[in-house]
């Protein structure tokens, strides 16, 4: 069985840490986040994924070569001379996709983190004999999306953009299960999914809908990305993964790689991720926070509701608040102050940030 991942374009949402590498390889949770979704449809039965790039492929590749023998997935690349919306690209992998069996494939967006029910959304898929299926998720205000309109049975009837008045409250979740037959709907030029395939294919009462049960976040901004930490965190809790940290200088949901040194003296958690190589010394308060790889903290930092990025070094006796976000080798002086700070990579920053700002 196959798979796309629609790996997409600049991923400026989330620069700077998409100013070292693409997006779906910015770590989260100590993986780059197309690696949970690699795991998730192997676990379904994927057995080749393909990703439909357009930016940086020189880097993909480094990736695919890296991964591809870990995950035990067969991953190959579809490379666009242009971005291809979400449609596009299906049509541009089509030999890859329709192989003849007839078998559904999978069709992701790369900045997607959820629970992943791929197998149960397949069986789904099939026993309705659908020509594509859309996972939804609820949502609280459904007037800031738009919402997909279903029968009791899942069979979608419509969609309603940013609705004045309540028509439902499930949304596009951003994952599908497509059979090949849809390919037949998609011309070689950029286009939507969303807009341009499914309104023909519901109109043709084969499109279904596909709830999903727990959590569901689009990773692709610093706010939702930490946001999205703290439910996946959540999630492994309920699910007692033994992944997590537990310890008296530990609180709530943690994640340490085992490689990481915790100093004396330190309080870490709620929500935090702690990546392989990093050193945090003595005395050091993380919350909310993500810090990759090969960082270090020097003693006494407070660091709440931040992302440090890659290598990069934080000052002694420094705070960091308000949703800061580092880029990979940043080197942050003692006694500093940062306050929604935003700071290219390779900087070397030796004065406050006390309200928010760009440091290019």
Known sequence: MKAVI?????GTRLRPLTLSVPKPLV???NKPM??????????AGVTEVVLAINYRPEVMQTFIDEWQSKLGVKIVCSQESEPMGTAGPLALARELLDDGSGQPFFVLNSDVICEY???DMLDFHKARKAEATILVTKVE???????????EYGQVQRFVEKPKEFVGDKINAGIYVCSPSILKRIELRPTSIEREVFPHVAADNKLYSYTLSGYWMDIGQPKDYLKGLHLHLDSMAIHKNDKLTHGPCYTGNVLIDETAKIGDGCLIGPDVSIGAGCVIEDGVRLSN????KGVHVK???????CIVGWHSKIGAWSRLENHCVLGEDVFCKDELYFNGAVVLPHKEIKESVPSPA???
């Open 141 to 151: 205000d459904p007037t800031k999306y738009g919402v997909v309109v279903m029968d």
């Open 6 to 10: 629609l790996v997409g374009g600049f």
């Open 299 to 305: 003693r006494h930092t407070k660091i709440d509701k």
């Open 289 to 292: 926070c993500v810090i990759m």
């Open 358 to 360: 760009i440091i290019l």
């Open 117 to 119: 029910p791929l197998k």
């Open 27 to 29: 770590d989260f949770a």
């Open 34 to 43: 197309i690696v949970w979704q690699i795991e998730a449809l192997k676990a």
